[in-house]
Protein backbone atom coordinates (compact mmCIF):
# COMPACT_ATOMS: atom_id res chain seq x y z
CA UNK A 1 0.00 0.00 0.00
CA UNK A 2 1.27 3.53 -1.08
CA UNK A 3 2.32 5.83 1.81
CA UNK A 4 2.48 9.22 1.33
CA UNK A 5 4.74 11.67 3.82
CA UNK A 6 5.26 15.18 3.76
CA UNK A 7 7.80 17.65 5.04
CA UNK A 8 7.65 19.74 7.35
CA UNK A 9 3.98 19.86 8.22
CA UNK A 10 4.00 23.60 8.43
CA UNK A 11 6.83 26.15 7.12
CA UNK A 12 6.66 29.74 8.19
CA UNK A 13 8.78 32.27 6.06
CA UNK A 14 9.56 35.51 5.20
CA UNK A 15 8.59 37.08 2.00
CA UNK A 16 11.62 36.98 -0.67
CA UNK A 17 13.08 34.07 0.91
CA UNK A 18 13.31 30.34 -0.78
CA UNK A 19 12.42 27.01 0.30
CA UNK A 20 11.81 23.07 0.05
CA UNK A 21 8.76 20.86 0.57
CA UNK A 22 9.58 17.75 0.39
CA UNK A 23 7.03 14.61 -0.31
CA UNK A 24 8.62 11.15 0.00
CA UNK A 25 6.72 8.23 -0.90
CA UNK A 26 6.87 4.31 -0.54
CA UNK A 27 6.72 1.95 -3.03
CA UNK A 28 5.97 3.17 -6.55
CA UNK A 29 4.04 5.75 -7.96
CA UNK A 30 3.08 6.50 -11.84
CA UNK A 31 2.00 9.44 -11.25
CA UNK A 32 2.91 12.33 -8.65
CA UNK A 33 0.38 15.39 -8.05
CA UNK A 34 0.86 18.47 -6.18
CA UNK A 35 -2.11 20.46 -5.31
CA UNK A 36 -2.45 24.16 -3.29
CA UNK A 37 -5.42 23.91 -1.06
CA UNK A 38 -7.00 27.72 1.11
CA UNK A 39 -9.02 27.65 3.85
CA UNK A 40 -12.59 26.45 3.48
CA UNK A 41 -11.99 25.59 -0.24
CA UNK A 42 -11.30 22.42 -2.40
CA UNK A 43 -7.53 21.49 -4.23
CA UNK A 44 -6.63 23.45 -7.07
CA UNK A 45 -4.24 21.28 -9.34
CA UNK A 46 -0.56 22.82 -9.48
CA UNK A 47 1.30 20.28 -11.14
CA UNK A 48 1.38 16.79 -12.47
CA UNK A 49 4.76 14.69 -12.75
CA UNK A 50 4.44 11.93 -14.79
CA UNK A 51 8.38 10.43 -15.58
CA UNK A 52 11.47 10.64 -13.42
CA UNK A 53 13.32 13.53 -13.96
CA UNK A 54 10.17 15.98 -14.51
CA UNK A 55 10.86 19.45 -13.62
CA UNK A 56 7.84 21.43 -13.85
CA UNK A 57 7.37 25.42 -13.25
CA UNK A 58 4.60 27.64 -12.68
CA UNK A 59 5.46 30.98 -11.49
CA UNK A 60 7.52 31.07 -8.00
CA UNK A 61 6.85 27.33 -7.55
CA UNK A 62 8.86 25.09 -9.09
CA UNK A 63 7.99 21.20 -8.59
CA UNK A 64 10.55 17.76 -9.23
CA UNK A 65 10.39 14.18 -9.52
CA UNK A 66 13.23 11.79 -9.07
CA UNK A 67 11.35 8.23 -9.07
CA UNK A 68 14.59 6.12 -8.04
CA UNK A 69 14.49 7.62 -4.94
CA UNK A 70 10.47 8.38 -4.73
CA UNK A 71 11.13 11.96 -3.87
CA UNK A 72 8.93 14.67 -5.21
CA UNK A 73 10.27 18.70 -4.43
CA UNK A 74 8.29 21.57 -4.35
CA UNK A 75 10.44 24.59 -4.57
CA UNK A 76 9.20 28.29 -3.40
CA UNK A 77 11.65 30.99 -5.08
CA UNK A 78 11.17 34.61 -3.27
CA UNK A 79 7.96 33.90 -1.49
CA UNK A 80 4.70 36.07 -1.60
CA UNK A 81 2.05 36.46 1.36
CA UNK A 82 0.01 35.26 -1.76
CA UNK A 83 1.41 31.82 -1.55
CA UNK A 84 0.39 31.36 1.83
CA UNK A 85 -1.39 27.80 1.69
CA UNK A 86 -1.39 23.82 2.61
CA UNK A 87 0.27 22.43 -0.06
CA UNK A 88 -0.45 18.39 -0.40
CA UNK A 89 1.25 15.80 -3.15
CA UNK A 90 -0.65 12.90 -3.92
CA UNK A 91 0.52 9.75 -5.58
CA UNK A 92 -0.93 6.48 -7.22
CA UNK A 93 -0.81 3.88 -10.15
CA UNK A 94 -1.94 4.80 -13.24
CA UNK A 95 -5.31 4.29 -15.10
CA UNK A 96 -7.59 6.06 -13.06
CA UNK A 97 -6.87 4.47 -9.56
CA UNK A 98 -7.00 6.13 -6.30
CA UNK A 99 -5.03 8.79 -5.26
CA UNK A 100 -3.15 8.67 -1.99
CA UNK A 101 -2.46 11.98 -0.58
CA UNK A 102 0.67 13.49 2.07
CA UNK A 103 -0.10 14.87 5.34
CA UNK A 104 0.27 18.33 3.70
CA UNK A 105 2.19 21.01 4.06
CA UNK A 106 0.70 24.60 5.76
CA UNK A 107 2.67 27.30 4.69
CA UNK A 108 2.51 30.55 6.02
CA UNK A 109 4.25 33.95 4.18
CA UNK A 110 5.23 36.80 6.48
CA UNK A 111 5.59 39.80 5.97
CA UNK B 1 -9.64 22.08 -16.29
CA UNK B 2 -12.55 20.00 -16.34
CA UNK B 3 -15.46 21.36 -13.90
CA UNK B 4 -16.88 19.36 -11.20
CA UNK B 5 -19.60 20.94 -9.22
CA UNK B 6 -20.76 19.71 -5.52
CA UNK B 7 -24.41 20.79 -4.19
CA UNK B 8 -24.78 21.59 -1.59
CA UNK B 9 -21.94 23.57 -0.57
CA UNK B 10 -22.71 23.73 2.84
CA UNK B 11 -25.31 21.60 5.08
CA UNK B 12 -26.52 22.00 8.54
CA UNK B 13 -28.75 19.16 9.81
CA UNK B 14 -30.02 17.59 12.97
CA UNK B 15 -28.55 13.92 14.30
CA UNK B 16 -30.25 11.22 13.00
CA UNK B 17 -31.58 12.49 9.72
CA UNK B 18 -30.04 11.92 6.07
CA UNK B 19 -27.90 14.01 4.15
CA UNK B 20 -27.20 14.20 0.26
CA UNK B 21 -24.75 15.43 -1.39
CA UNK B 22 -24.02 15.52 -5.31
CA UNK B 23 -21.38 15.55 -7.28
CA UNK B 24 -21.75 16.79 -11.09
CA UNK B 25 -19.08 16.95 -13.74
CA UNK B 26 -20.14 19.22 -16.08
CA UNK B 27 -18.20 19.33 -19.47
CA UNK B 28 -16.69 15.43 -19.04
CA UNK B 29 -17.99 12.04 -18.44
CA UNK B 30 -16.57 11.69 -15.16
CA UNK B 31 -16.66 7.41 -15.61
CA UNK B 32 -15.21 6.89 -12.04
CA UNK B 33 -15.88 9.13 -9.42
CA UNK B 34 -14.33 9.53 -5.81
CA UNK B 35 -15.79 10.78 -2.30
CA UNK B 36 -12.90 12.23 -0.09
CA UNK B 37 -13.45 13.24 3.83
CA UNK B 38 -11.42 16.00 5.28
CA UNK B 39 -11.30 17.03 9.04
CA UNK B 40 -9.89 20.25 10.29
CA UNK B 41 -6.17 20.66 9.17
CA UNK B 42 -6.03 17.04 8.12
CA UNK B 43 -5.20 15.32 4.85
CA UNK B 44 -7.51 14.05 2.59
CA UNK B 45 -8.58 10.36 3.20
CA UNK B 46 -10.44 8.39 0.19
CA UNK B 47 -13.57 6.75 1.37
CA UNK B 48 -14.88 5.69 -1.89
CA UNK B 49 -13.95 5.14 -5.44
CA UNK B 50 -17.59 4.42 -7.80
CA UNK B 51 -17.76 3.69 -11.22
CA UNK B 52 -20.61 4.05 -12.97
CA UNK B 53 -23.42 1.32 -13.52
CA UNK B 54 -21.15 -0.47 -10.59
CA UNK B 55 -21.19 -0.96 -6.52
CA UNK B 56 -18.63 1.41 -5.24
CA UNK B 57 -15.78 0.20 -3.84
CA UNK B 58 -15.82 1.18 -0.34
CA UNK B 59 -12.14 1.78 1.66
CA UNK B 60 -11.51 -0.06 4.93
CA UNK B 61 -13.19 1.66 8.21
CA UNK B 62 -16.06 3.40 5.76
CA UNK B 63 -18.94 1.92 6.70
CA UNK B 64 -20.98 1.41 3.51
CA UNK B 65 -24.45 0.90 5.00
CA UNK B 66 -23.97 4.54 6.56
CA UNK B 67 -22.27 6.45 3.61
CA UNK B 68 -24.51 5.26 0.53
CA UNK B 69 -22.92 6.46 -2.57
CA UNK B 70 -24.73 5.73 -6.24
CA UNK B 71 -23.04 6.72 -9.49
CA UNK B 72 -25.97 6.07 -11.52
CA UNK B 73 -24.67 8.58 -15.12
CA UNK B 74 -21.49 9.47 -16.36
CA UNK B 75 -21.80 12.97 -14.92
CA UNK B 76 -23.49 12.37 -11.63
CA UNK B 77 -22.70 10.57 -8.49
CA UNK B 78 -24.23 11.00 -5.13
CA UNK B 79 -23.17 10.65 -1.60
CA UNK B 80 -25.81 10.05 0.89
CA UNK B 81 -24.94 10.32 4.76
CA UNK B 82 -27.71 8.88 6.73
CA UNK B 83 -28.56 8.88 10.47
CA UNK B 84 -26.10 11.22 10.28
CA UNK B 85 -24.34 12.33 13.67
CA UNK B 86 -22.12 15.32 15.02
CA UNK B 87 -18.57 12.79 14.64
CA UNK B 88 -19.86 12.50 10.30
CA UNK B 89 -19.45 16.64 10.58
CA UNK B 90 -16.60 17.07 8.26
CA UNK B 91 -15.51 18.96 4.91
CA UNK B 92 -16.81 16.10 1.72
CA UNK B 93 -15.05 16.46 -1.45
CA UNK B 94 -15.75 14.46 -4.74
CA UNK B 95 -13.56 14.16 -7.64
CA UNK B 96 -13.71 13.14 -11.15
CA UNK B 97 -11.80 11.22 -13.98
CA UNK B 98 -12.57 10.21 -17.51
CA UNK B 99 -10.28 7.13 -17.25
CA UNK B 100 -7.07 5.99 -18.19
CA UNK B 101 -3.76 8.06 -17.22
CA UNK B 102 -6.63 11.43 -17.06
CA UNK B 103 -6.12 13.20 -13.65
CA UNK B 104 -8.67 14.10 -10.94
CA UNK B 105 -10.73 16.92 -11.15
CA UNK B 106 -11.90 17.86 -7.66
CA UNK B 107 -15.24 19.23 -7.05
CA UNK B 108 -15.75 22.66 -4.11
CA UNK B 109 -16.36 20.35 -1.44
CA UNK B 110 -19.46 20.37 0.97
CA UNK B 111 -19.42 20.93 4.42
CA UNK B 112 -21.34 19.30 6.60
CA UNK B 113 -22.48 20.09 10.12
CA UNK B 114 -24.30 17.70 12.47
CA UNK B 115 -25.70 19.18 15.61
Known amino acids: ELKVEQNPLFLSMQEGKNYTIYCNYSTTSDRLYWYRQDPGKSLESLFV?????AVKQEGRLMASLDTKARLSTLHITAAVHDLSATYFCAGGPGTASKLTFGTGTRLQVTL | GAVVSQHPSWVICKSGTSVKIECRSLDFQATTMFWYRQFPKQSLMLMATSNEGSKATYEQGVEKDKFLINHASLTLSTLTVTSAHPEDSSFYIC???????????FGPGTRLTVL
Open chain 2, 95 to 105: SGTSGGYNEQF
Open chain 1, 49 to 53: LLSNG
